[in-house]
């Protein structure tokens, strides 16, 4: 294998014809590309039939094909984590097992990195709408190429309907280096990976559209419920649902000390700020909307941590990063003191500045 190959991710879990007819797609792509393409498919299902389809794709190139079925599940988030750290190759592709993508975008993406040293990844303008017939359709997608850290990052956040960029990009390892050390290194970091993973994508080093060809996302039919649901996330750390239900204050605070510290993709002092900025009000803005149109005693919000939350968070007049990291703390410690002190303490030392 070359070590400027495009190793293609394939976290799956599902069973379907679908899942499979994808898979095979790219099984046979990384078989003709005469090492210049790799598989590496991490396979959550625990199903015995799937396996035994993943083997016999790994049969037709075993040096370009490799193939990790879980002796237990692990969540989806995890899974991405473990398929970064099995691939030697520096340039990177996240494939959902639900998508079609087109072959002349991989390619002509895995190029533009391979010529410019300079580019962290290379991403795309075609997408296609959900469900029904496949259909190409080019949508109108933000030019991210000459826009600074911040406006990447509210077009990713904001674009094509909350379209994410991850799944979809051709990126430079070590341009996410720095986000897979601050998710290891998080006691109870806030799902999503794959959108932890686009907001640094975007934000650090350079972009480049790589329209030529097309995309086609097709994802449709009901998703097997568990496997990325905050709830189960959090119930696996021995966390009660109430942390689930205040999910986008841990985004909120996790996102700006990510930005702003030690882990930060951005070296420039404005961009950290910016970044972090927008993180941190976007994400309470959203909870607070959704929080006061709820019951919160039905959702388990009580006592102090009820009486913190009606009179402070949304009481909307003030919300700085040190008082969220102390509300979060007082969440925490009602289940796990342990957890509340190692995550606070996580979250303060993130926001240390390398000299």
């Given amino acids: 294998m070359m070590s400027d190959a495009l190793t293609i991710l394939v976290p799956t879990y599902r069973n379907d014809a679908k899942a499979r007819r994808v898979l095979a797609g790219l099984a046979a792509l990384v078989a003709a590309s005469e090492g210049r393409m790799c598989l590496i498919v991490g396979d959550n299902s625990q199903n015995p039939q799937k396996h035994e389809f993943l083997w016999r794709l790994a049969e037709w190139s075993p040096g370009l094909i490799d193939i990790h ?19 030697a190759s520096g340039i990177l592709m996240f494939h959902a097992d639900d998508d079609y993508i087109s072959d002349d975008y991989m390619v002509r993406a895995h190029e533009i990195l391979q010529q410019d040293p300079g580019v962290s990844a290379a991403y795309t303008s075609y997408i296609v709408s959900k469900g029904g017939s496949i259909l190409t359709v080019p949508q109108t997608a933000p030019q991210l190429d000459q826009a600074s850290p911040v406006e990447r990052l509210v077009e990713n956040h904001n674009c094509w309907g909350g379209y994410n960029l991850l799944f979809y990009s051709v990126f430079r390892k070590r341009s996410l280096e720095g986000t897979v050390a601050f998710l290891n290194a998080c006691p109870i970091e806030a799902p999503f990976h794959d959108w932890w993973f686009s907001y640094a994508m975007v934000c650090g080093g350079s972009v480049r559209n790589a329209a030529v060809g097309q995309i086609l996302y097709a994802a449709e039919g009901t998703h097997e419920m ?33 930005f702003l510290g030690r ?28 929080l006061r149109q709820s019951d919160l005693p039905a959702l388990g919000i009580e006592g102090e941590v009820l009486q913190q939350l009606t009179t402070v968070v949304l009481n909307n007049d003030w919300l700085t990063l040190e008082s969220t990291i ?30």
């Fill in 69 to 87: 079925c879980r002796p237990q599940r692990i969540s989806g988030q995890m899974n991405l984590l473990d398929l970064f750290g099995k691939s």
């Fill in 226 to 258: 568990g496997g990325n649901d905050s709830v189960a996330h959090y119930a696996a750390l021995g966390l009660p649902p109430i942390v689930s239900h205040l999910q986008l204050l841990f985004t909120a605070a996790e996102g700006a000390c990510f």
């Fill in 263 to 290: 882990y930060s993709p951005l070296s420039d002092a404005g961009g950290r700020q910016a970044c972090a900025q927008f993180m941190f009000e976007t994400n309470i803005r959203i909870a607070i909307a959704r």
């Fill in 326 to 355: 102390d509300f979060l703390h007082l969440v925490l410690a009602r289940t796990r003191v342990d957890l509340a002190d190692r995550y606070r303490d996580f979250l303060n030392d993130a926001l240390k500045i390398p000299a």
